[in-house]
């Protein structure tokens, strides 16, 4: 499976972006999707993670009622809809994906800056 995220950038606070994640390769022995994110010094995070076969979805508690992920089966791509952006939501933002087998995928990551 390879991961191409994208849709980062530089926003004022209160703002919205839209982050994608196109997945290729294996993409029927995908399980998982998630969202990550990764401040200078700090430990990569989980954000949100949506089931590839079905509609569950789960979300860190910093970023319920702001952010929204979602699914393209068809166009396989994931999506991150982040709104009422903080400063502290500034990071590295990575797409994973599970795999059967137990296998992880990473994308390349995209900056995310929120200035206040």
């Known amino acids: 499976v390879q991961l191409v995220d994208s849709g980062g950038g530089l926003v004022q606070a209160g703002g919205s972006l839209r982050l994608s994640c196109a997945a290729s390769g294996r993409t029927d022995s995908i399980t998982t999707m998630s969202w990550f994110r990764q401040a200078p010094g700090e430990e990569r995070e989980v954000v949100a993670q949506i089931a590839w076969s079905g509609v569950s979805t789960h979300y860190a508690d910093s970023v319920k009622g702001r952010f929204t992920i979602s699914k393209d089966n068809a166009e396989n791509t994931m999506y991150l809809q982040m709104n009422s952006l903080k400063p502290e939501d500034t990071a590295v933002y990575y797409c994973?994906?599970?795999?059967?087998?137990?296998?992880?995928?990473w994308g390349q990551g995209t900056q995310v800056t929120v200035s206040s």
């Open positions: 994973n994906a599970e795999a059967v087998g137990e296998e992880s995928y």
